[in-house]
């Protein structure tokens, strides 16, 4: 089956601890995207890849980082930097960036203790 | 700077009953608008997508308009059943980035 695997599906993290999430796609899409989801704020952008080896900052990079050494992955590393990490973390993909259907992933769930 | 809204943030009717969701979006220069739908601690499903260049879209029980000079989107839901109890989510794509600006969500409850 063709799709978006996020792991995983729950993570807990220590102050002062990186973590990373996971994203992988077999769809063969060049974009990927990273949003989290608060809850009553809706989703919003951390980074976004439109292709291998290149990445940009969203809207809310800080305390983030990112890498796109293969198509297929796009992991998603929270710094101790990021002060409020408690989210949902959702990645996306599409064909391209422009006016293409975008995919989602089933999530992760990270909480701090 | 594109902003997204939905009316209402809750909907609660009776099964069987037509009911239409709302969404509005500032800057009419989108290349798109997509529907999704989430359950409870569960990832987005994509439900439809409307080009710019499209007025409407339809999959089985689901109608989606587009209407980009008034800066709005309906997503109309026929003979709804309980098992589309869920959030549905409305995002613009605007400009070539392919980023997504999501609205607040509308949780929708349909009572058996």
């Known amino acids: 089956d063709g799709g978006i695997t996020q792991s995983p599906k729950y993570l807990f993290r220590k102050e002062g601890q990186n973590v990373t999430l996971s994203c992988e796609q077999n769809?063969?899409?060049?974009?990927m995207y990273w949003y989290r989801q608060d809850p009553g704020q809706g989703l919003r952008l951390i980074y976004y890849?439109?292709?291998?080896?290149?990445?940009q900052k969203g809207d809310i990079a800080e305390g983030y980082s990112v890498s796109r050494e293969k198509k297929e992955s796009f992991p998603l590393t929270v710094t101790s930097a990021q002060k409020n990490p408690t989210a949902f973390y959702l990645c996306?993909?599409?064909?391209?960036?422009?006016?293409?259907?975008?995919?989602f992933g089933q999530g992760t769930r990270l909480t701090v203790v | 700077k594109q902003e997204v809204t939905q009316i209402p943030a809750a909907l609660s009717v009776p099964e069987g009953e037509n009911l239409v969701l709302n969404c509005s979006f500032t800057?009419?220069?989108?290349?798109?608008l997509q529907w999704f739908r989430q359950d409870p601690g569960k990832g987005l499903t994509s439900l439809l997508l409307?080009?710019?260049?499209?007025r409407e879209q339809t999959s089985g029980r689901l109608n989606a308009s587009l209407d980009k000079s008034s800066g709005r989107s309906t997503l109309y839901i026929a003979a709804s059943q309980p098992g589309d109890s869920a959030t549905y989510l409305c995002?613009?794509?605007?400009?070539?980035?392919?980023?997504?600006?999501f609205g607040q969500g509308t949780t929708l409850q349909v009572k058996p």
């Open positions: 996306a993909s599409s064909i391209g960036a422009g006016g293409t259907e975008a995919f």
């Open positions: 800057d009419s220069a989108i290349y798109n």
């Open positions: 995002a613009a794509r605007s400009g070539n980035t392919g980023k997504l600006i």
């Open positions: 769809l063969n899409h060049d974009a």
């Open positions: 890849s439109q292709i291998v080896n290149d990445f």
């Open positions: 409307i080009q710019s260049s499209q």
